[in-house]
């Protein structure tokens, strides 16, 4: 069954196509690594990086959130707590198991995780400051050849701005790639030229495609 058929009534913003990349690439983790995940919400994501997991290597997953949510959330549906939503979410889908979830922020926890990391997803606060504190306190811990994927990348500033400055300058990332809002790239000890170029061809194939996103979200909001 598709990870999205189980996660199709929990709240969230994750896209299918999404929903599918995170159970793929949790698929491939290898042993000894750890999943991240900074931003659970009620769980959607979390389950397909579960789901991906246990039809993989079974490693380790760690959800990150203090379950308070983000400024946005909390201007449009005021005090939030979605952590017994979200514990209620993953045992139903059955991944509790590999799932260890703190609950505090991404900074917090950074300090005290001294595991290597084989792919996370970034998905907590979207203001540029705090993406760039997540992007800088835990890229160290992902491991040569490991994932890094970034949601809602060509409509909110802070993922967008962070995502093309990392892609623009970084000397670490190469093959990057663009799942609806996602964008995700490998981290490598060292990149070539020709992987810069095509960092930089990509960041401006990204801004084109969220150019139309943003057209074709204006006309269907005024439809
Ligand atoms: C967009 S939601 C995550 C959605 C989730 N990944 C999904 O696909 O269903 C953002 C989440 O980030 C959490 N958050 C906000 N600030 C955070 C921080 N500093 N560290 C970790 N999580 C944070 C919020 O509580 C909220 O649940």
Known sequence: MRPTNITRNIGGWLTEAEGHYLYETAKK???????VEIGSWKGKSTI????????????????????????????????????????????KAGVSPYI???????????????????????????ELKSVWSDWKLWFPKVID???????????????????????LTSHHVRHPRLVDTITCFEKVEKNFFLDRIQNT???????????????????????
């Open 29 to 35: 983790v290898k042993k000894g690594n750890a999943i």
């Open 201 to 223: 061809c990509f960041v401006l194939y990204r801004t084109l495609v969220g150019f139309w996103g943003a057209v074709k979200l204006s006309y269907s909001s005024r439809a």
């Open 100 to 126: 260890e979830s703190i609950l505090d922020t991404s900074e917090n926890a950074s300090h005290t995780f001294y595991g290597r990391v084989g792919f996370i997803f970034i998905d907590g606060a979207h």
């Open 145 to 167: 050849n490991g994932i890094v994927a970034f949601h809602d990348t060509w409509h909110y500033p802070g993922p967008n701005f962070a995502t093309a400055i990392i892609l």
């Open 48 to 91: 397909c990086l579960g789901l991906g997991s246990r039809d993989g290597r079974g490693v380790k997953i760690v959800a990150i959130d203090p379950h308070t949510g983000n400024s946005e959330h909390r201007r449009r549906f005021g005090k939030v707590n979605t952590f017994a939503e979200f514990k209620r979410n993953i045992h």
